[in-house]
């Protein structure tokens, strides 16, 4: 039997992760699942300044 579930919490998907490792379900995840991700939210960002020259009397004019 196949059922398709919306997850809405975390600890439903760790419920269903134990069955899974219990050998009671078999979780297939869905392209759905990438566009979930895109909500996130970063606390970092990395920038590649290779090439970049700062010019201190520029940025004082400012």
Known sequence: ??????IKKDYALSVLEDLEK???IDIMKSKKE???GSNKQYKAV???LNGYK???NEANER
């Open 46 to 48: 990395r920038i590649n």
């Open 34 to 36: 990438s566009v979930m």
């Open 1 to 6: 039997m196949t059922v398709t579930v919306d």
């Open 54 to 56: 700062f010019d201190r």
């Open 22 to 24: 219990i050998g009671a």
